[in-house]
């Protein structure tokens, strides 16, 4: 909830207050287990994509549509929320998908 609230409040600031842009920190759950395939089977380590990349690498434009978590569900909605303000007052923003932090 929190993110999803606070995400809206600091794109609505942004924008009302004339922003040149907004960096945000998304996460790489919002990628889900890549390991699955869209029925929910193991898929071999070595499989390839039809354009020959492996099935098991991250791509900016792979959809978010299977979160890992509830977590990562309010990350992917940021995101979307982001998308949003820019089409609709072409606001600028940066969500940085990170991995693993300490």
């Known amino acids: ?9 600091i794109l609505e600031m942004a924008r009302l207050y004339g922003c040149r842009s907004v960096a945000m920190a998304s996460s790489s759950s919002v990628y889900g287990d890549r390991k699955k395939n869209g029925n929910n089977e193991e898929q071999d380590e070595d499989a390839l994509a039809d354009d020959g990349e492996p099935v098991h690498a991250f791509r900016e434009t792979d959809a978010v549509v ?37």
């Open 66 to 102: 299977h979160p890992a978590s509830p977590y990562a569900a309010t990350k992917a909605s940021c995101e979307l929320l982001a998308s949003t303000f820019n089409a609709l007052y072409k606001l600028p923003v940066a969500c940085l998908r990170f991995f693993t932090v300490y």
């Open 1 to 9: 909830h929190s993110n999803v609230v606070g995400t809206t409040n």
